[in-house]
């Protein structure tokens, strides 16, 4: 169902935790293919993330995807989470997201480079 609105460009919200220096950091992934920047991670958790975004820059090319391990268990759910290894425009980002968003993520990281 979430691909659906995607597809029809309805804006989507995806708790994603990013890696910031050494640590994962809570945050708020939010799709949106019709916005100027279609992917934006806000610091954050979903109720009230930061007004203000960091965009994830197109092109975004996923590297690797992993369970959670090591000191990022400690952070986030292993079981419920997984490790999104990407790099946007170049630039490294490592991303915890839920795996039942995974496809919706990886989607919207694909379709973003294509609007």
Request: with cysteine; glycine share 6%.
């Amino acid at each position: 169902m979430d691909l659906e609105y995607l597809a029809e460009g309805d804006p989507m919200a995806v708790s994603a935790w990013r890696r910031l220096d050494s640590r994962l950091t809570p945050g708020t992934l939010i799709l949106n293919m019709k916005a100027e920047n279609p992917v934006m991670w806000h610091r954050g958790v979903l109720s009230r993330p930061a007004r203000i975004g960091v965009p994830v820059r197109v092109p975004i090319q996923v590297d690797s995807v992993n369970e959670v391990t090591g000191a990022d268990a400690r952070r986030v759910k292993s079981w419920m989470n997984c490790i999104v290894e990407a790099h946007a425009d170049g630039e490294p980002w490592t991303l915890a997201v839920p795996v039942f968003d995974l496809d919706l993520v990886l989607i919207a990281f694909e379709t973003a480079g294509t609007h």
